[in-house]
């Protein structure tokens, strides 16, 4: 385990101090790096403190770099994260304004649904244009998210900068996202007043952020500490984003990867032992058998041309300028495709008899496979990609995912999405951009104007008739609505009822007008 500073200065003046601090450390576990089982089988007896953000740094440092290495090196590793990003986040939440009539019951209900229908035009035009919502200028709001929400599945959290800047005339937000591996400690060093590179008041409240950040062009880094909140408005300036959080108090979040890591581990070893022996498998090696008394020139052996030309040989220049080729000396043998060796005198090639791979490689696999999708709330069906079961059963599969994906895009949505939100419509209402009557009588009006629903892709369906005929079923016994439906694929009823209106225009316009149903009974 690594030492932080102070760990270097304890042990410096004082050894056996050093030595005691340390094996305090290795004792207690760490939510934020849970260890392998197997030096724990023997006698199982974890020891998790009580201050869950005791020792974050270190052991914080340490996850995020097996996480990082799984996903970009492990499929099952990379197939859940990605899993995760498609089916809660997709291409980016679309939002819907949904203003709180109550609180603004004495504002006219088309003044109301003017201003969300404005709302929502403004939105989707910055949400779309980069150089307007990306700090870098290279991705629209919904690659942001992906972004995001990829980095903090995989590091336990992201760092999320809301900067105001001026385009082309206006004030507008403009998003950086930091990744959360940059967001530590000076030192590693932790204290009542700053945890794993999160700094707080005497309350425990986030007030600022220490980021390790490169220093020019040199591949030195420099620790700086950032505001949560800036400006005479003390609006957000810097916002980590947690997905993580399983311990009340915890300042970090912790990889989605975490609880599985050991056995994704594990698995790969043995995906990758099965590949190689297969591969050695179908090899085709020849091994010539010479007697004991026989030369080893082979005497005259048809065969003599192939290993000749199999032999090693190594080329090199003498003193004199000469080319000089020997034959390399390398007892080693090994196999390859098409390899022939012509074995020494005596010696006998024996080959182990493997079946590879093995019968119960992939029963094996899959119940593992299985366990892992359930600790991380993913059926195997989604998890492999792959819905050989009844109809019902995928389904259920789907549907089990959905539940759990929807958790992760209403958190994703309330502590991403939203905040950008609100300053932006702010934005519009301090310069004139929209008549919003009470945003500046107190905050509940504010929350009244910028009230939004976020919705995440469009749940797969395997009977696409089916599911239609359920939203027809839903409509007409009045248990949900024609917009919460068009939701659900992914549509914008507002939208479809206008294009619905021209489409029906144009076709009166160029074929008459459609006959009715009684006239096409008789």
Known sequence: MKQTLPDKVVSYFNPVKGLQRKAAREVAESIYNVRGTNAQTRNYRPNYPTNPNLNVSME??????????????????????????????????????????????DVQKEKVVQNQRLIEEMWHIWSTTPSMCDHYGKQTFGGLQREAFIDSARNGDVLQRIKIVRVGGLYLPQIQNISGKSVKSPNFSDNAKIAGGVVLDSNGRETGYRIETATGGDMQTVNIEVPKFGGQSRRLMYNLVAVGTVVPGQVRGRSILTRVAEQIIQIGRYSEAELVKAILQSYMTIFIETAAEADELGDGNPIDSLVEASRNTISHVDPAGVQIEEDEVDDQITLGPGAIWNLRPGQKANLPESKSPVEQFWQFMEANLKLIGMSVGIPYEVLIKSFNASYSASQASIQDAARGWKILTNEFASKYCQPVYEQFVELLVRQGLLDCPKFDKGLFFQKAWTGAEWYGPVVLNIDPVKNARASELLIKNQLSTKTIESRKYGNDFDTDIKVLGEEQRMAEANLGAPAKEEEKDE
Do not use: H
């Open 60 to 105: 914080l440092e340490e996850a995020q770099n097996r996480a990082s290495g799984l996903y970009f090196e492990n499929p099952i590793a990379s197939g859940i994260i990605n899993a995760m990003v498609d089916g809660s986040i997709g291409s980016g939440l679309v939002l819907q304004s949904v203003v709180r009539t109550l609180l603004l019951s």
